[in-house]
């Protein structure tokens, strides 16, 4: 086990990684995408596959113009669960 995983295993950890990503999805409800970038990117330290950390900052980078990035972060959501609906409303919704 890698120690990131031991990490993010721990409350502390796993509390941290909420708190994060409570925090990106505020910042991208506000419009502030940079900021909400900076916390799902450091969320995804500690949980380097999770996917809504992903969808998450996809968002923030299409709201920013940064397609091809957007696009590379909705399709790493779905390195794990290729049915992940979310990010296929997503698709759907936003026109990538």
């Known amino acids: 086990?890698?120690?990131?995983?031991?990490?993010?295993?721990?409350?502390?950890?796993?509390?941290?990684?909420?708190?994060l990503m409570a925090d990106g999805d505020w910042?991208?409800?506000?419009?502030?995408?940079?900021?909400?970038?900076?916390r799902f990117s450091t969320a995804l330290?500690?949980?380097?596959?999770?996917?809504?950390?992903?969808?998450?900052r996809s968002k923030c980078y299409l709201m920013m113009g940064q397609y091809e990035k957007a696009l590379g972060d909705a399709e790493a959501s779905l390195q794990e669960d290729h049915s992940f609906f979310e990010v296929w409303f997503f698709f759907q919704s936003e026109q990538l």
């Not at 910042?27 to 900076?38: H, N, R």
């Not at 500690?46 to 998450?56: A, I, N, Q, R, S």
């Open 1 to 19: 086990m890698s120690e990131t995983e031991s990490e993010c295993k721990s409350p502390k950890a796993k509390g941290v990684f909420s708190t």
């Open 45 to 56: 330290t500690l949980k380097p596959e999770d996917k809504y950390c992903f969808v998450g």
């Open 27 to 38: 910042l991208l409800l506000k419009g502030e995408y940079e900021k909400a970038v900076e």
